[in-house]
């Protein structure tokens, strides 16, 4: 059965740090580029994060470019998220996703995701 | 920047049929997804490629797209369709996502 399992989501303080973890189980892992979503609390979803399937292609949003930072282990199957300079606007849940091969690259399957709560 | 743009909210009764739209610059040029999302649960990619329905969705979702509005059309409307629907697309080296849109089924 095909899985991806995020953790690592917590309360942390504003200026501080969170690393996010996602563990893949069910497909090749390797093949597929993955992507993190976010979504603030009764909001809309938000696109964070695109790594390529080898790690050498990586894309932000701007909210999160310079204090964010994606990266993958393909040899453990699992994808990360450092999260540094954390603002209260960064409190969501932080979705893993997997990018489908097909036109116009839809996220085919979502993690259930992890809370990220930024307050003092 | 880009943007896409949807409805806040669209309601319909149960058995009819309901149309969600979404609408950006340049869309025509682009693929869009659209995804369902319930309470409490992750979204579920329900279109791709502006039309084309992922194994296990109901025939009675389908997209279409003319010029730069997509649209999400959904046929004998049930209870259990009652979601938040996003577009979705890439612009470059980013991912969009249209605002959401929360259907109703009255």
């Known amino acids: 059965e095909m899985q991806v399992v995020e953790s690592g989501g917590g309360l942390v303080q504003p200026g501080g740090s969170l690393r996010l973890s996602c563990a893949a189980s069910?497909?090749?892992?390797?093949?597929?580029?993955m992507n993190w979503v976010r979504q603030a609390p009764g909001k809309g979803l938000e696109w964070v994060s695109y790594?390529?399937?080898?790690?050498?292609?990586?894309y932000y949003a701007d909210s999160v470019k310079g204090r964010f930072t994606i990266s993958r282990d393909n040899a453990k199957n699992s994808l990360y998220l450092q999260m540094n300079s954390l603002r209260a606007e960064d409190t969501a849940v932080y979705h893993c996703?997997?990018?489908?091969?097909?036109?116009?690259?839809?996220?085919?399957?979502w993690g259930q995701g992890t809370l990220v709560t930024v307050s003092s | 920047s880009f943007e896409l743009t949807q409805p806040p909210s669209v309601s319909v009764s149960p058995g009819q049929t309901v149309t969600i739209t979404c609408s950006g610059d340049?869309?025509?040029?682009?693929?869009v997804c659209w995804y369902q999302q319930k309470p409490g649960q992750s979204p579920v990619l329900v279109i791709y490629?502006?039309?084309k329905r992922p194994s296990g969705i109901p025939e009675r979702f389908s997209g279409s797209k003319s010029g730069n509005t997509a649209t999400l059309t959904i046929s004998g409307t049930q209870a259990m369709d009652e979601a938040d629907y996003y577009c979705?697309?890439?612009?470059?080296?980013?991912?969009?996502f249209g605002g959401g849109t929360k259907l109703t089924v009255l």
């Open positions: 996703v997997r990018e489908s091969s097909a036109y116009g690259r839809p996220f085919d399957y």
């Open positions: 069910g497909f090749t892992f390797s093949t597929y580029e």
């Open positions: 790594i390529s399937s080898s790690g050498s292609t990586i």
């Open positions: 340049y869309l025509g040029d682009k693929y």
């Open positions: 490629e502006d039309k």
């Open positions: 979705q697309t890439w612009d470059s080296r980013t991912v969009i």
